[in-house]
């Protein structure tokens, strides 16, 4: 069972950066896909990132191509969000996720784990 921890979310102006970071309790991290979902209030969850249980296959939604990098690291339990060129329309809850199986790492009803989330707020 994994427990995951997300931190890094915050207020920032249009245009600016933030990294956010999940960390993994567990000794099985490196077994999982790792992705990053987001909610805005009155909106579905939507698909931001995942990466491959070795951090060599990433996927991106298609909103944030370009802007966003999904990185992990493996000896540290943790995955990361890269977030730049932040518009208003990425404000949202961010929610890391872990799952085993990585057959439709863009599909959130496939993770296992989900973090509480951490709140992103873009002003313009």
């Known amino acids: 069972q994994a427990q995951l921890v997300e931190s890094g979310g915050g207020l920032v102006q249009t245009g600016g950066s933030l990294r956010l970071s999940c960390a993994a309790s567990?000794?099985?991290?490196?077994?999982?896909?790792m992705g990053w979902f987001r909610q805005a209030p009155g909106k579905e969850r939507e698909f931001v990132a995942a990466i491959s249980r070795s951090g060599g296959r990433t996927f991106y939604g298609d909103s944030v191509k370009g802007r966003f990098t999904i990185s992990r690291d493996n000896a540290k339990n943790t995955v990361y969000l890269q977030m730049n060129n932040l518009k208003p329309e990425d404000t949202a809850v961010y929610y890391c996720?872990?799952?085993?199986?990585?057959?439709?790492?863009?599909?959130?009803?496939?993770?296992?784990?989900w973090g509480q989330g951490t709140q992103v707020t873009v002003s313009s």
């Open positions: 996720a872990a799952d085993y199986s990585g057959n439709s790492p863009r599909v959130w009803t496939e993770y296992d784990y």
């Open positions: 567990g000794r099985t991290f490196s077994t999982y896909y």
